[in-house]
C-alpha cells in the first residue's frame, strides 16, 4: 500500500504542551503534506515538505523529514484547545496522494 | 480567490438507488481534481482524479464511476448503491503540476438504508 501510517492512533494532552505525531510510508514520494481534519468537515491543508528538504516551520507547526526512514513528524508547539483535530499525512508521488490514517489529537483546556 | 463546493452536504439513499454527487471549483484554471472516501475513523482512500475534462483515472474498483464534463466540474455516480458505499465522500482540487497542496471541500455524508 501507498499510504502512511500516523503514531500515535490517539492523543491527549494538556493545554500549553507540546504534540508530537509521527508518520510512517513506504514508497518513494515527491512530498509529504500534513493536513487537519475537524470533525465532520474537509480537511485543511497545513504545510508541505519536499523530499530533499529536511525541516519546515509555520507558525506553531514544525514538520520533519527523514527520506532515509521514510519517516516525517509533525510538532505542534504550545497547543490550544482549537488544535483538536484529526491530522493526516499525506504522501505524493505526481499527481497522486495517498493518506494514512490519521491521529487525533485532543487538548485540553 | 479560490473556492470548492461540495453538495448535498447529507444525502440518504436505499440500496440499488442511483448516486450524483456534484463538486465545483471557482478561481482556478484547469485544476487537478479528486474524489476520496473516508469511512468512519479511518483515513482517506482515493477513488478517482482527473487532470482534464474527460480525463479520469480509477484508484479503486468499484460500482462507482466519475465524470468531468466541464473544466472545474467532477461528478461521482453510481447506476446503484451498495450498502458498503456509505461514508463520508470528500472533494479536492490542486493546482495542476507536482508539489502542490489539496483543498478540499466540505464533504457529503452518504448514509445507505
Known sequence: ?109 | SQTIHQWPATLVQPVGSPLSLECTVEGTSNPNLYWYRQAAGRGLQLLFYSVGIGQISSEVPQNLSASRPQDRQFILSSKKLLLSDSGFYLCAWSVGYSNQPQHFGDGTRLSIL
Open chain 1, 1 to 109: 500500500s501507498q499510504q502512511g501510517e500516523e503514531d500515535p492512533q490517539a492523543l491527549s494532552i494538556q493545554e500549553g504542551e507540546n504534540a508530537t505525531m509521527n508518520c510512517s510510508y513506504k514508497t518513494s514520494i515527491n512530498n509529504l503534506q500534513w493536513y487537519r481534519q475537524n470533525s465532520g468537515r474537509g480537511l485543511v491543508h497545513l504545510i508541505l515538505i519536499r523530499s530533499n528538504e529536511r525541516e519546515k516551520h509555520s507558525g506553531r507547526l514544525r514538520v520533519t523529514l527523514d527520506t532515509s526512514k521514510k519517516s516525517s513528524s509533525l510538532l505542534i508547539t504550545a497547543s490550544r484547545a482549537a488544535d483538536t483535530a484529526s491530522y493526516f499525512c499525506a504522501t505524493g508521488t505526481g499527481n497522486q496522494f495517498y493518506f494514512g490514517t490519521g491521529t487525533s489529537l485532543t487538548v485540553i483546556p
